[in-house]
C-alpha cells in the first residue's frame, strides 16, 4: 500500500493556532455602557390590504394591536383602532418602546407605540438595519408568522451595550456653520446619525452597533467600543506573536462575523492551519488602522469575510477604504492585496506580504495614532517603499498648499481647522501646516474668503517630515502709521486698500490713513476729527 503524504508544515501550523488560540480565548469584552428599552406589547400593524392585517391582528395576542391602512377603500379590521392615510402623510420614526405615529395630512395627533410590524411594499422605514422593535417581513405568510413571532417576545424591559463614544472636538463634519465630512452619515446603515451642522448626533437607540462610522471617521470622533479597538488588536498581537512562538508560520488573519460568518469561518480553518480566526461583532467595525496593524504585527495576510450581514452602505465604505489601503501598500512596495475581502479563488488565503520582523508597539492613543504607528513600522521594513504613496479622492491623509498671491492670512481657515493641521505663527504673520494631522475634511476650503487653499490626498511615509510643521504662507507684518504697533499683514492692509478705493467714505486723504492705524489710533484719530 501506499503512504497518504502528510503535510507537516500544515500540522505544525494547526497545533501552533490551538496553542495561540488557547492563550487569548478568556479575553473579556467590558460594556461601558448601556441603552434601555422598555415595551409594554403596544403593536401597530402597517399594511395596504385588511385581510392579512387583521389576519396578523387577531394572531397577536398577548400583543396589543392597532392597525394602520395605506390604501383607500381597503376595508376595517373590526374590533381595532383603525386608522386610513396617504403613504405620503405618514411619519414614522422611534424605536423598541417608543414609535411615534404622526399621520400629517388630517392633522392627527401623534400616537404612540412598542412595535411595528410592517407589512408594505417597499415598507415605510427604509434603513438597512431598521430599528429594533421594527419587523418588516414582506408579503409571504409565513415570514410574516415568524416576525409577529418575534414581536411578541419584545415585551418587557430590554438592554444593549452602547457601543460607542462621540468626541465633538475633533470632529471634521462642521464648524461655525460650515458643514464637510459627512463620512459616518453616509456610512451608518440604521440612520442613527444626523447633521447638526457643526456636529452630529448619534441616537443610541437607533444605534445598532454596526460600527462602520468608526472605520469612516477620519479623525476618531466616533469610536467604537463593544470592545475597543486597542483591545481587539491587543488581541491580534497576542494571537500573531504566540502563533508563532509555537512554531507557525505564514499566518494569515480571517476576521469575520459572530453570526452569519462563524460557520464559514470554522471550515475554512479546519481546511488551512494558518488561518487564525478573530471572530467580531461586525466585520465593518475594523478599518485602516486594524488592519495595517495586523499586518505590523506579522498577518501575511488580511481577510476579511463578507456576508449578507454587511449593510450595501457598510460594504461601500470598506470599499473606499481597501483603496486607499491598496495605494498605501503599493506605494510602501508590498502586494496590494495584502489586505482585501476574502476571495473564491485556490489562492484566497495566501499568504502575500514578506516575512516582516513583527511589531511591538501596543495598540495605543487615538485612530490615526495607532494607524501611524503600524505605517511607520511598515515602512521601516520595507525594500521598495516610495517616498510618499498617492491617495484616492477620500482619503484622510493628504497635504494643503497655499495661493500666496490670494491669501491675506486671514486664518480662517486656522478657525476651523478639526485636527489642528493648520496653524497660526504665533506672533509671526504665518500660516504653518502640519500634514500628519490633516484629515482633507475640505473645512479650511469651504471657510477661505479668498479661495486661497486647496488639499490633495497622499500619504508621507517619512514620519519626521509628516509630523514637522512647515510654513505654508507668511507675511511682513503692517505697523500702524501712527503708533508704529503692528496690527495686520501688509496683504491685509493692501487687499483692504483696493476693495475701498472707489468707496465714498475713503475719498478723502485723512480717512484713507486710518486705513492703516490700529483700531486704537484710528477711533482716537476719528473723535479728533469730530472736535475740530
Keep these: 500500500m501506499n503512504a497518504v503524504p502528510v503535510d507537516l508544515s500544515d500540522l505544525r501550523n494547526r497545533s501552533a493556532r490551538e496553542a495561540a488560540l488557547a492563550r487569548v480565548t478568556d479575553d473579556g469584552v467590558g460594556v461601558t455602557g448601556l441603552v434601555s428599552y422598555s415595551s409594554a406589547g403596544r403593536l401597530l400593524i402597517v399594511g395596504h390590504d385588511a385581510e392579512p392585517v387583521a389576519r396578523l391582528a387577531l394572531a397577536a395576542a398577548p400583543l396589543r394591536p392597532a392597525v394602520l391602512l395605506l390604501a383607500a377603500g381597503a376595508g376595517a379590521v373590526a374590533g381595532l383602532t383603525t386608522w386610513r392615510a396617504e403613504r405620503a402623510s405618514v411619519d414614522l420614526t422611534g424605536w423598541l418602546g417608543d414609535f411615534r405615529l404622526r399621520l400629517n395630512a388630517q392633522g392627527a395627533a401623534e400616537e404612540r407605540f412598542d412595535l411595528v410590524l410592517d407589512l408594505c411594499d417597499p415598507p415605510l422605514t427604509r434603513a438597512e438595519l431598521p430599528p429594533p422593535g421594527y419587523q418588516a417581513p414582506g408579503s409571504e405568510t409565513s415570514a410574516q408568522d415568524a416576525a409577529l413571532e418575534t414581536l411578541r417576545d419584545l415585551v418587557g424591559e430590554f438592554e444593549k451595550p452602547r457601543y460607542f463614544e462621540y468626541d465633538p472636538s475633533i470632529c471634521a463634519h462642521g464648524m461655525k456653520g460650515t458643514t464637510a465630512c459627512r463620512r459616518c452619515i453616509d456610512a451608518c446603515p440604521a440612520e442613527a446619525i444626523t447633521s447638526l451642522v457643526d456636529r452630529i448626533r448619534v441616537e443610541p437607540n437607533l444605534c445598532q452597533g454596526g460600527g462602520v462610522c468608526a472605520s469612516a471617521c477620519p479623525t476618531g470622533a466616533i469610536t ?39 460557520e464559514p469561518a470554522r471550515a475554512l480553518t479546519e481546511g488551512a492551519g494558518q488561518v487564525l480566526p478573530l471572530p467580531v461583532d461586525e466585520v465593518a467595525s475594523l478599518g485602516l488602522e486594524a488592519w495595517f496593524s495586523a499586518l505590523a504585527y506579522g498577518a501575511r495576510s488580511v481577510r476579511l469575510l463578507g456576508t449578507h450581514r454587511v ?30 475581502w476574502l476571495g473564491q479563488g485556490p489562492d484566497a488565503l495566501d499568504p502575500v506580504m514578506p516575512a516582516l520582523a513583527p511589531a511591538g508597539f501596543a495598540a495605543a492613543g487615538d485612530k490615526r495614532q495607532i494607524f501611524f504607528a503600524a505605517v511607520d513600522h511598515l515602512y521601516a521594513e520595507a525594500l521598495g517603499a516610495h517616498p510618499l504613496a498617492e491617495l484616492p479622492a477620500g482619503a484622510p491623509f493628504g497635504t494643503a498648499a497655499v495661493d500666496a498671491k490670494a491669501c491675506t492670512l486671514c486664518l480662517a481657515c486656522v478657525t476651523v481647522c478639526p485636527g489642528k493641521a493648520l496653524l497660526d505663527g504665533h506672533d509671526l504673520p504665518q500660516l504653518r501646516f502640519i500634514e500628519a494631522n490633516c484629515v482633507q475634511c475640505g473645512l479650511c476650503t469651504r471657510s477661505c474668503p479668498e479661495d486661497a487653499i486647496w488639499i490633495s490626498p497622499r500619504l508621507l511615509f517619512d514620519a519626521q517630515a509628516r509630523g514637522r510643521p512647515r510654513v505654508l504662507r507668511e507675511d511682513s507684518p503692517f505697523h500702524c502709521v ?49 472736535e475740530l
Design 224 to 262: 467604537y467600543v463593544y470592545p475597543p479597538v486597542a483591545d481587539l488588536l491587543g488581541r491580534v498581537r497576542r494571537l500573531l506573536a504566540g502563533y508563532r512562538e509555537a512554531g507557525g508560520d505564514n499566518p494569515v488573519l480571517l476576521i469575520h462575523d459572530t453570526g452569519e460568518g462563524a
Design 482 to 530: 501712527s503708533c508704529g504697533k503692528p496690527f495686520a499683514t501688509t496683504a491685509v492692509i493692501g487687499r483692504m486698500q483696493l476693495r475701498l478705493a472707489g468707496h465714498s467714505m475713503y475719498q478723502d486723504p485723512k480717512a484713507r490713513r486710518r486705513l492703516l492705524m490700529c483700531g486704537d489710533c484710528r477711533v482716537a484719530d476719528q473723535m479728533l476729527a469730530q
Design 311 to 340: 449593510p450595501e452602505s457598510a460594504r461601500r465604505e470598506l470599499g473606499e477604504q481597501l483603496g486607499f489601503a491598496r495605494a498605501l501598500l503599493a506605494g510602501l512596495g508590498y502586494p496590494e492585496r495584502a489586505v482585501d
